[in-house]
């Protein structure tokens, strides 16, 4: 069962362009969530997060937004640049679950130059 | 060191065989994390050290997995008679004790198992 759904397995944007990923949940006991960056070889990298009593949140070029009604959270990009290439994985968790956290499969982004 | 170190990077194994994988985490960084990443899939729990606490095992798939931890240093993930399906990255993360979920995570070790 994949409480963490990331659909689309890639996506494509020009540079400069916004790059938009997306992340539904199922578990409507998530209440904290955050999104990693991984290049190839190499780890994961926290890039932003966001709590269940937020509705968005914002780092520079990277912006969170989470609606709970919906349980869909989005990553969004602006403007994307080549460096932004990488796989996006959203991750999911909750108080009572510890500091375990659920991920999504993941969406590789390509931003051509 | 200055991050999170995995070795090997790469195993492969013969089916049937153990294997060893190991995890030096961020000096300080009382909590540890192991979690595995099969092909076209997310990054799945497998354990979690947090000081000196029992361990969370909750996410091994069987008795044929286990890790140690010395202290709040080196951990070692142990798969015992390896099955094509252990055939993952297997990713250690390890985190400071005043950040929930601030893992930093090492690059990996990549099991092939033939």
């Known amino acids: 069962d994949q409480q963490v759904k990331q659909n689309s397995p890639s996506l494509s944007v020009q540079e400069g362009r916004i790059s938009i990923l997306n992340c539904d949940y199922t578990?409507?006991?998530?209440?904290?969530f955050l999104w990693y960056k991984k290049y190839p070889a190499e780890g994961p990298t926290f890039l932003i997060s966001?709590?269940?009593?937020?509705d968005k949140n914002e780092d520079g070029r990277f912006t969170v937004f989470l609606n709970k009604s919906a349980k869909h959270l989005s990553l969004h990009i602006v403007p994307s640049q080549p460096g932004d290439s990488a796989v996006y994985f959203c991750?999911?968790?909750?108080?009572?679950?510890?500091?375990?956290?659920?991920f999504g499969a993941g969406t590789i982004l390509r931003v051509k130059s | 060191g200055a991050g999170v170190s995995q070795s090997p990077s790469n195993k492969v194994t013969e089916k049937g065989k153990d294997v060893e994988l190991r995890c030096d985490p961020i000096?300080?960084?009382?909590?540890l994390y192991w979690y595995r990443q099969r092909l076209g899939q997310g990054l799945e729990f497998l354990i979690y050290?947090?000081?000196?606490?029992?361990?969370?095992k909750s996410g091994l798939p069987s008795d044929r997995f286990s890790a140690e931890r010395t202290g709040e240093s080196v951990s070692t993930l142990t798969i015992q008679r390896t099955q094509q399906e252990d055939s993952a990255v297997y990713l250690c993360?390890?985190?400071?004790?005043?950040?929930?979920?601030?893992?930093?995570f090492g690059s990996g070790t990549r099991l092939t198992v033939v």
């Open positions: 000096s300080g960084h009382t909590a």
């Open positions: 050290f947090q000081g000196n606490s029992a361990p969370d």
């Open positions: 578990n409507s006991m998530f209440d904290y």
């Open positions: 993360a390890s985190s400071p004790p005043w950040t929930d979920y601030g893992y930093t």
């Open positions: 966001i709590s269940s009593i937020k």
């Open positions: 991750a999911a968790s909750y108080k009572e679950y510890g500091n375990k956290l659920v």
